[in-house]
C-alpha cells in the first residue's frame, strides 16, 4: 500500500489522502480548502479518474459531513461509489434545501462504528469519534499487511468524550503510519485546554439567568453538540429554544432519539419560520415541511411576548425579523462559533456591528471541535504508530517536539508503506 496526500499537509481544509494498493485506490475525504472563493474555481486534485472514469478509483470515503472534507464532490464522476456515515447522509442533504451551494449527496454504502468495510483490497473499520461534526469517524485502513490509522477531525472535550477515552483505550493495534489532524497547534499553548461542552452548558445557564429578554445564540445548527448544550441550558433556565426550519431539519436527520427536535415528546423547544425562510420553503417546494411542526409553531405576533423565557438559535440576518416583532427589548447575543469568523467584512462582523448599533450585549460563548495538544499527544501515544505524519493543521513544525515518530509529508508526494 502506498498514499499520498492531495491537500492538508500544510493547511485546515480541502482534506484529500489517496490510498493505492496494487493498482487499485481509495480516497480518504475530498475536502473544499478554506481559501476556495468557490466551487466552480476550485480545481479537483490530482487523481486519475475522479472527473472523468476509471476502474481503479474503487470509491471516496468521507470521514464526515465538514465541507473541508466533501465539499468537492459534487465535481467528481457521480458514479464513483461514495461512503460515509447514515447521519452524514441525511444532514448533508437535509440541509441542501437551505444552503447555497449545497448538494444532496447519495451514499452507496454507510459507514458504521466497529464494522469493517472491505473495498477491493482495503479493509476499512471505522471508529466513530467525539467532533463538533455529528456522526464523525477516525479510520484504520488495512491493504497489503500494512495498516493506517486516520484520525479524521475529532476532540476529547466534546458530549461524547467516552468515544476519545474509548479509542485510547482500544487503540488502532500495529499501525506503520498516522495520519493524525493537529488543529488546535498554533491556536492554543501546548499545555493549554478547551472547556469542555459540560462547562459551556453551565457558562450558558449563568448567562440566561442575567438576561432579560431573548438569548439569542449564534451557533451552525449543524454542531448538534452545542445544539444540544443550548438545549439543556435553555431547559435549566425555564426557557424554549427556537429553532428555524432549517435547524429543525438537520435536528430530525441526526435520526437520534437523544437529539432535541420539533417532535411529539419533545418540550421547551419551538419553531419559528422567518419571512426570508418561508420564501425560501416555498421557492424550493418545500412549503410542506412546516406540516410537521405542527404544536411547535411560534408566530412572529408571540415572539415579544416569549422573548425573556427564550433562547433562539440566530443568525444575524433574522434580527430584522425580531426587530419587526419588537422582541428585541433585553437580547443579548452570544456568539458560539470561531472567532475566525468575526474577521472583518464577514457577516459574523456585521453582526457585532449591528448589535453595537442596537446597544445589543455580544459575547463570545465557544468551544473548539478540536483536540488541545494534550488530548492529541495521548492518541498518538496509545496508537504508538511507526510513523506518524502531521494532516489538517497550519503547524506541521510544532509536530515532532510533541509526538513520536514524526514523518514530515508534501502535498501530491507518493509514500510507500
Ligand atoms: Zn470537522
Ligand atoms: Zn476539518
Excluded at 490530482?46 to 470521514?63: R, Y
Excluded at 420564501?279 to 424550493?284: A, K, T, Y
Excluded at 437580547?331 to 468575526?342: C, E, I, M, N
Aim: glycine share 8%; with cysteine.
Amino acid at each position: 500500500m502506498r498514499l499520498r496526500i492531495h491537500r492538508g499537509t500544510r493547511e485546515i481544509g480541502g482534506t484529500c489522502i489517496e490510498l493505492e494498493s496494487g493498482g487499485s485506490r481509495i480516497l480518504l475525504d475530498l475536502g473544499l480548502p478554506l481559501d476556495a472563493r468557490d466551487l466552480a474555481s476550485t480545481p479537483l486534485p490530482n487523481v486519475e479518474g475522479l472527473a472523468g472514469s476509471s476502474s481503479t478509483l474503487l470509491a471516496i470515503v468521507l470521514s464526515h459531513g465538514h465541507r473541508d472534507h466533501w465539499g468537492l464532490i459534487p465535481k467528481v464522476n457521480p458514479q464513483i461509489p461514495l461512503l460515509m456515515g447514515r447521519a452524514t447522509e441525511s444532514i448533508i442533504r437535509a440541509a441542501a434545501d437551505f444552503v447555497p451551494d449545497a448538494v444532496k449527496l447519495n451514499a452507496t454504502r454507510h459507514l458504521e462504528h466497529n464494522k469493517p468495510i472491505q473495498l477491493g483490497p482495503f479493509t476499512v473499520l471505522p471508529r466513530l469519534v467525539d467532533h463538533s461534526g455529528f456522526d464523525a469517524y477516525a479510520m484504520e485502513v488495512e491493504a497489503d499487511g500494512k495498516r493506517l490509522f486516520y484520525s479524521g477531525d475529532l476532540r476529547a472535550h466534546g458530549r461524547k468524550g467516552s468515544l476519545f477515552e474509548a479509542l485510547i483505550n482500544n487503540p488502532p493495534r500495529n499501525i506503520d503510519t498516522m495520519l493524525m489532524e493537529g488543529s488546535s497547534l498554533g491556536r492554543l499553548a501546548d499545555d493549554q485546554t478547551f472547556p469542555s461542552e459540560a462547562a459551556l452548558e453551565e457558562t450558558f445557564v449563568d448567562r440566561f439567568k442575567i438576561t432579560a429578554g431573548m438569548a439569542l445564540v449564534a451557533c451552525s445548527a449543524q454542531n448538534i453538540d452545542r445544539v444540544v448544550t443550548i438545549y439543556r441550558a435553555a431547559k435549566r433556565t425555564g426557557r424554549t429554544l427556537i429553532v428555524d426550519a432549517y435547524a429543525s431539519e438537520v435536528l430530525k436527520a441526526t435520526g437520534q432519539d437523544s437529539i432535541p427536535k420539533p417532535a411529539p415528546g419533545w418540550s421547551n423547544l419551538a419553531v419559528f419560520i422567518p419571512k426570508s425562510q418561508r420564501v425560501q420553503l416555498v421557492r424550493n417546494n418545500i412549503a410542506a415541511l412546516v406540516d410537521s411542526y405542527r404544536g411547535f409553531r411560534l408566530w412572529p405576533e408571540e415572539l415579544a411576548e416569549h422573548a425573556p423565557r427564550s433562547v433562539m438559535l440566530f443568525r444575524g440576518w433574522m434580527m430584522r425579523d425580531l426587530d419587526q416583532a419588537k422582541a428585541l427589548a433585553g437580547a443579548k447575543v452570544f456568539w458560539s462559533q470561531w472567532d475566525g469568523y468575526l474577521s472583518e467584512g464577514s457577516a459574523g462582523d456585521a453582526l457585532k456591528a449591528d448589535c453595537e448599533r442596537r446597544g445589543i450585549t455580544f459575547e463570545s460563548i465557544h468551544t473548539s471541535g478540536h483536540a488541545s495538544p494534550g488530548d492529541l499527544k495521548r492518541l498518538a501515544s496509545a496508537v504508538d504508530p511507526k510513523r506518524l505524519i502531521p494532516i489538517h493543521t497550519f503547524e506541521r513544525e510544532k509536530f515532532p517536539s510533541l509526538f513520536q515518530n514524526v514523518v514530515l509529508a508534501d502535498d501530491d508526494e507518493w509514500i510507500d508503506m
